[in-house]
């Protein structure tokens, strides 16, 4: 699934202070479930189950928290810009400071795998992250990720 597809509009795309990964999870949940209409607390149950499996953190400040949800219509995901870098568990030690939340259709298993890495693709270019994070709007954000989905593929300097 292309990113422009995933990121419709600028509504998924926030900027965000929480103090930690508890905070920022609740936060991002608050947003999905409110785009979703459903319940908070069930979103972020879900987040905090596939935390517990292991980190979702990328390394180099990025974080992709992810999970399949039952009786969803269509995909959700959030950009978040944190104002202050915050501890992921992440393995190369980095906190992280962007985070791409994804949310899945549970009976359309098929898409997901490819969605986490689209984004995981345009993410291995440092140009991508250094640029979202000097984004003015979240209308330049999202022309940043609608732009990167369109390069090459052999573009990407560094690899996760």
Not at 20 to 27: F, G, M, Q, R, S
Not at 65 to 88: G, Q, S, Y
Not at 120 to 146: F, G, H, I, T, Y
Request: hydrophobic share 45%.
């Amino acid at each position: 699934m292309a990113i422009a597809d995933l990121f419709p509009a600028t509504e998924g795309i926030l900027s965000l202070a929480p103090a930690n990964k508890t905070e920022l999870l609740d936060l991002v949940s608050a947003a999905a479930a409110a785009r979703m209409g459903r319940d908070k607390e069930e979103v972020l149950e879900a987040l905090q189950a596939r935390e517990r499996l292991g980190s979702t953190a990328l390394g180099r400040g990025v974080a992709m928290p992810h999970t399949r949800m039952a009786d969803m219509e269509a995909p959700v995901a959030i950009l978040a810009r944190l104002a202050k870098p915050i501890e992921f568990d992440a393995r190369d030690g980095e906190p992280v400071d962007l985070v791409f939340t994804v949310l899945w259709p549970e009976n359309e298993p098929e898409g997901f795998l490819p969605a986490l890495s689209n984004i995981c693709r345009v993410l291995r270019d440092n140009r991508l992250p250094r640029q979202l994070r000097q984004a003015k709007s979240s209308e330049e954000a999202l022309a940043m990720l609608r732009a990167s989905d369109t390069a090459a593929p052999d573009e990407a300097a560094e690899e996760y």
